[in-house]
């Protein structure tokens, strides 16, 4: 696997490149004493999974250089010591301002992110060259409080069935947490609006077959004990764990990539550094095969044309620090407004 440079520095062969890994008995999990080498072992072991998610991705590196315990934080931008064989991809944000973030296309690009503390890796749904035409549309089901992961799976075993009736296929993980993460693979053709558009439209049909369980309100106040669609991950500048990531949780849970009949059965504690490398040994990547079949969301965009049309329903609220857009509502938590318009 590779052999002590240092005191402190073991470096590692990963796929023909030396990484070198600083300080590799630093505890990471101390629930479970995993140390950074067990998390760059772990990615050793799931390396083709792991970048088949981000190849060519601009990819936004969570990082715990302390472990789970310790300060944390989310680095855009690629660090000044970046090798040379790391591509980066370009990325506008809303504001307009622009940043180079790596594109991890190699399992040794996954380990070099890990030793800098990176545990969960964070892609855009765009590759690096067409940073303005997403090729995932991403669904976030995220359970609110009263509810859990069951009642995440039912919501998207709801949204599978409506996915086929769009003409679109959708690829399952957990979180890594208590929610699921639903893929579905896009021509990219369409803009971040349009995605966003088209997301919004499959979370409000849902919401009209399942309103005791679903709903699309971005103000917590009115979601209730229910699931939210994240509508908003399709946003620009807004981004999901990617599949195996390490997620920073006590156990090391990873996000693990499941096919639909897997996703009732399974439990999220299911996954974690220990576990996720003997799966994978077994069964390899089950998204592999993800980009054989590039949807179109004509039916989706559809869908939301006829929600306008018949309904009156149009845009939803974007996040606090995106820039106002045309047609949107306006960014008041229901209750606050209610209280504005009394006498």
């Known amino acids: 696997m590779g052999a002590k440079a240092g005191k402190n520095v073991l470096e590692l062969d990963v796929g023909g490149r030396t990484v070198r890994l600083s300080n590799p008995d630093r505890v990471y999990f101390p629930e479970r004493g995993f140390t950074k080498l067990d998390v760059a072992r772990y990615y050793m072991a799931v390396g083709e999974g792991v970048v088949r998610a981000l190849r060519d991705r601009p990819t936004t590196m969570e990082r715990y250089p302390r472990g789970v315990t310790g300060e944390s934080f989310f680095q855009k931008r690629a660090p000044k010591n970046l090798p040379d064989w790391i591509p980066t991809g370009r990325i506008a944000f809303p504001s307009g301002r622009y940043a180079d973030e790596i594109c991890p296309n190699e399992p040794a690009a996954v380990v070099w992110a890990a030793n800098l503390g990176c545990l969960t890796f964070h892609p855009w749904p765009v590759r690096r060259d067409d ?96 699931i939210f669609v994240d509508y908003n991950q399709t946003a620009r500048d807004r981004t999901i764990a990617g599949a195996y ?63 306008e049309r018949e309904h009156g329903l149009g845009d939803l609220p974007y996040p606090p620090d995106h820039p106002k857009a045309e047609g949107e509502p306006k960014r008041v938590r229901p209750s606050r407004a209610k209280g504005r318009g009394k006498p």
């Open 131 to 226: 940073t303005e035409h997403p090729d995932e549309l991403r669904i976030d089901l995220d359970p609110q409080p009263g509810t859990d992961y069951a009642d995440a799976v039912r919501a998207a075993g709801e949204l599978r069935g409506l996915l086929d009736e769009l003409g679109l296929r959708g690829w399952p993980k957990t979180s890594g947490g208590r929610g699921v993460h639903v893929f579905v693979p896009i021509e990219p053709v369409w803009t971040f609006p349009q995605v966003r558009r088209a997301a919004i439209a499959i979370g409000r049909e849902l919401e009209r077959r399942a309103p005791d369980r679903v709903t699309t309100s971005w103000w917590k106040e009115e979601r209730g004990r229910r």
């Open 245 to 307: 990531s390490v997620r920073p949780r006590p156990r090391a849970p990873v996000s693990a990539p499941l096919r639909w009949d897997e996703l009732a059965e399974a439990r999220p504690e299911d996954f974690d550094l220990v576990t996720m490398p003997r799966r994978f040994a077994e069964v390899g990547d089950v998204h592999a095969d993800m980009r054989e079949r590039l949807c179109r969301l004509d039916a989706a965009l559809e869908l939301a044309e006829r929600d």
